[in-house]
């Protein structure tokens, strides 16, 4: 079963930077809407970013102008760039992928935590 893969996540202080990275075990066909989400402790999991094959992007109101969607259309992959980073940023970040025929994909997650 095709699974998503994140890496880049890790403990750093306010202020800082991190990227997370996401890949494909095996190859998704049709590919559409790549996105990011996080899920904080005791919250219910909610967008970060997305951006489509046109690259055309969208991002939460908590995260414009630090965060940065891009992804590589050839290796299928999509990255969260993040900058300025606050405590409340702390949650486990997944990635997804949704395709053409509307189905989605999700990785295990990759902890982000960010020490004030």
């Known amino acids: 079963q095709v699974q998503l893969v994140e890496s880049g996540g890790g403990l750093v202080q306010a202020g800082e930077s991190l990227r997370l990275s996401c890949a494909p075990s095996?190859?998704?066909?049709?590919?559409?809407?790549m996105g990011w989400y996080r899920q904080a402790p005791g919250k219910q999991r909610e967008l970060v970013a997305t951006?489509?094959?046109?690259?055309?992007?969208n991002y939460a109101d908590s995260v414009k102008g630090r965060f940065t969607i891009s992804r590589d259309n050839a290796k299928k992959m999509v990255f969260l760039q993040m900058n300025s980073l606050k405590p409340e940023d702390t949650a486990v970040y997944y990635c997804?992928?949704?395709?053409?025929?509307?189905?989605?994909?999700w990785g295990q997650g990759t902890q982000v935590t960010v020490s004030s």
């Open positions: 951006i489509t094959t046109g690259g055309s992007t």
């Open positions: 095996a190859s998704i066909l049709l590919v559409n809407t």
């Open positions: 997804n992928f949704a395709t053409l025929g509307h189905r989605h994909y």
